[in-house]
């Protein structure tokens, strides 16, 4: 069955340089999420989007932005990066975001490291 | 408030039963998860259950929720050495929007 594709899955940016990171979902699921795992942290929610509209935001920097496009994959934009912002980055997708949307399904990750 | 909290370590040996615990603040949480994840690897969600159940079985894997306490269980049954991992137990924060509050995460080592 098809998955949560990410990519890239490896990226080293150096301080204050711009990242981009892509998330496309599941077949015919509406709803994208975005969490950071720091090392050795829980996973943390960033933002949503449902439909291509923002449905949710979390402890997302003001430097990051993201969005949702009309085929429903995901870009997660990141500014003037900084060396806490290594981390895992998921993205995750459900069919639905309200109470129908029960299942949410995680990609592999994408792995930034900020030097 | 939204918390979710595990115990950090649980080491069994193989083919003993593993029971893996979680405490949540939010008690109109409609949906609790566990999602396994493996060295460098994304995370894979093993199993839910809806706020009106008490226990659901899946295999190897039972899971029990005691709403009165807000306390979650995952039980793994005969467990093996690919099943070392840490478990992350989630909530679905209210609000309807279905972002995952996660656990600090159980790691999970079993041994011969």
């Known amino acids: 069955a098809a998955g949560v594709i990410q990519s890239p899955r490896h990226l080293i940016k150096e301080k204050r340089e711009t990242a981009t990171l892509k998330c496309y979902p599941i077949?015919?699921?509406?709803?994208v999420y975005w969490y950071q795992q720091g090392p050795g942290q829980d996973p943390q929610f960033l933002i949503s989007?449902?439909?291509?509209?923002?449905?949710d935001k979390g402890s997302i920097p003001d430097r990051f932005s993201a969005q949702q496009f009309s085929d429903y994959h995901s870009e997660l934009n990141m500014s003037s990066l900084e060396l806490g912002d290594s981390a895992l980055y998921f993205c995750?997708?459900?069919?639905?975001?309200?109470?129908?949307?029960?299942?949410?399904?995680f990609g592999p990750g994408t792995r930034l490291t900020v030097t | 408030g939204e918390d979710v909290e595990q115990s950090l370590f649980l080491s069994v040996r193989e083919g003993d039963s593993s029971v893996i615990n979680c405490t949540y603040t939010d008690s109109s949480s409609t949906y609790l998860y566990w999602y396994k994840q493996e060295p460098g690897a994304g995370l894979q969600l093993l199993t839910y259950i809806f706020s009106n159940m008490d226990m659901k079985q899946d295999q190897r894997l039972t899971v029990l929720l005691n709403k009165k306490d807000k306390h979650l269980s995952l039980r793994i049954a005969d467990t093996q050495t690919g099943d070392s991992a840490i478990y992350f137990c989630a909530e679905r924060a209210p609000g309807g929007y279905n972002k995952l509050i996660f656990g600090a995460g159980t790691r999970l080592a079993v041994h011969p």
């Open positions: 077949p015919r699921h509406d709803t």
């Open positions: 995750a997708s459900s069919s639905g975001p309200g109470l129908a949307g029960g299942e949410q399904y």
């Open positions: 989007f449902y439909e291509k509209m923002q449905s």
